[in-house]
């Protein structure tokens, strides 16, 4: 995964440019995040993998499955992956993507889950905090678990913020046993 | 029935609960993508820290070594057989840290600090940082004091000082750990404390050296960190920080140390493991390009510091004291090659080495120390005066000696002055000789070096001379009490003791009783 990740930040950082410079980060992001889903499609990624197929010949597929949203310049990035081989990286390629964007954008997506449904008003207390905490526009994910008991776990990125009542269970747990 | 433990004592778990701190901090997650071999690759954890603490699920925890671009590196402390792929991994915030303290004097304790001698917790005040930056150079102070191991040959020929880092180097099964160990049952009565920190070795050799600790009194002031040869490759590597640690404690509060690291050789073996598995490039004996500095940054830690150091440490608690943490790393060779990776390493980081060499050995002679090669570069300034007069000859002699011995071996018939120079060679070889867990105090030293220095053993059959010093020491110490404690006690050599000597050495002879 990690090696993935190296392989594929050199094509996202180019589209990335390359979209800031044309002013199309949005149209960008829906043709790269299309053509991942067709490439993360199980029959679409089974051909991909196939030996017996020329890469222009997937290229072709690709294209032919994505042509009404994809453009001249997306054309040529996915036939610039094809000629390098590297058409399995798209679904990676546009992960990255999403993050230099979010980056660019300075918003974030902010996973919360929960014990009990959470409100609107609730949502937006909690969006204020973590913007400000976060100094990023939040959009907020919300999950419902009921094996946390009570309170949330907020979740951006690598940072938790665990408030639930299993989480500190866990840490009374470890103290006594410690 | 089951049985309670001391930690479940109620107003124990009490406690505990009033100070749980529940408040939610944020924390640094990632997951783990491999585990192979106590090596854990794990994705995300943007702001772990070189060296931090990671906690796994189910308590086990590791340490960040390596920082790559998309993955974290993560050896596992201990166990890691119930890691797997997908399972989450937290940052802790804070650097490996070992209990340090007075607490852990008597006791057996791994490399993480954990009681292992069934002694029950240890109740220690302080915790402090595994890896910590020697104190610079302004701190330091000149090694003045002696650090007496209790061998003749070592004190009277290769001197240490407290603050010194002595190498003791050799072949396997020739004796290294037993100067090391004997070197710390001396220590009894001198007050410094003693930590011995065994890496890699067998658990029937580090049993066997704490019972022998034991038996002698010496566990009471001595730690004893083991990482052994069954535990994981990153405990190995970590036992002589965790040592230094504890041992820095005592160093830092205007104490003296001393510290064995048994042995060096081991710990890079495991830190080679440990980075060839971390795909860090192999160079010389495959040992990665950073055992130098393995080795460097860890001696560099022994050392003497100034009465200001401590004063600042302590915020002026402890006033008008030096502290030192003499380090005696063991380093074990393959068929008498020094010339190899490590061990030219350690020769070159530290003051000195004491050269244990099979063919001395399997001569008979015990401590097996080669006097030729063997050297102590800062020693000499922290000699006790009385064995820095006396045991000079020693030196010389024995230099003569087997210079002699390779010439004399073609001669068959010498001059008178070559023969006696043999003889007196040969004699204060057999002088050298010492039983293991026998150390020998100041005076008794002096007494055995004045009589070889002034041929006293000259008129004595080769095989008497062990005999002779037996006889000699009992009678000094019960018939000449005094001296031998005026001796002990300033450690000086004056007219007045040296003719005290002569007469006491005579009167003893007179009585031929050995």
Known sequence: ?178 | MQQLNPSEISDIIKKRIGNLDVTSKAQNEGTIVSVADGIVKVHGLGDVMYGEMIEFEQGAFGMALNLERDSVGVVVLGDYLGLAEGQTARCTGRILEVPVGEELLGRVVDALGNPIDGKGPIDAKETDAVEKVAPGVIWRQGVDQPMQTGYKAVDAMVPIGRGQRELIIGDRQIGKTAIAVDAIINQKNSGVKCIYVAVGQKQSTIANVVRKLEEHDALAHTIVVVASASEAAALQFVAPYAGCTMGEYFRDRGQDALIVYDDLTKQAWAYRQISLLLKRPPGREAYPGDVFYLHSRLLERASRVNVEFVEKFTDGKVKGQTGSLTALPIIETQGGDVSAFVPTNVISITDGQIFVESAQFNAGIRPAMNAGVSVSRVGGSAQTKIIKKLGGGIRLALAQYRELAAFSQFASDLDEATRKQLEHGQRVTELMKQNQYSPMSIAEMGVSLFAAENEFLNDLKISEILPFEKALHSYMNSEQADLMKQINETGDFSKEIEAALKSAVEQFKATQSW
């Open chain 1, 1 to 178: 995964m990690a090696d993935m990740n190296t392989l594929a930040r050199p094509y996202a950082k180019a589209a990335f440019e390359f979209a800031i410079s044309e002013g199309k980060l949005a149209e960008w992001s829906a043709m790269l995040g299309l053509v991942a889903e067709a490439a993360s499609n199980k029959e679409v990624a089974n051909l991909l993998k196939n030996p017996s197929l020329g890469s222009e010949d997937k290229a072709e597929i690709l294209l032919e499955i994505c042509k009404a949203k994809i453009d001249d310049k997306g054309r040529n990035f996915i036939l610039l992956l094809s000629e390098k081989d590297r058409l399995p990286l798209i679904p990676v390629i546009a992960e990255i993507y999403e993050a230099f964007k979010a980056e660019q954008e300075k918003s974030v997506e902010a996973e919360v889950t929960s014990a009990f449904e959470i409100n609107a008003e609730q949502q937006k207390l909690l969006v204020d905090a973590l913007r400000k905490r976060l100094d990023r526009e939040v959009s907020l994910k919300v999950v419902i678990d009921k094996r946390l008991i009570g309170g949330v776990v907020i979740r951006t990125g690598d940072l938790v913020i665990d408030g639930s009542i299993r989480g500190k269970l866990a840490k009374l747990a470890e103290s006594l046993k410690s």
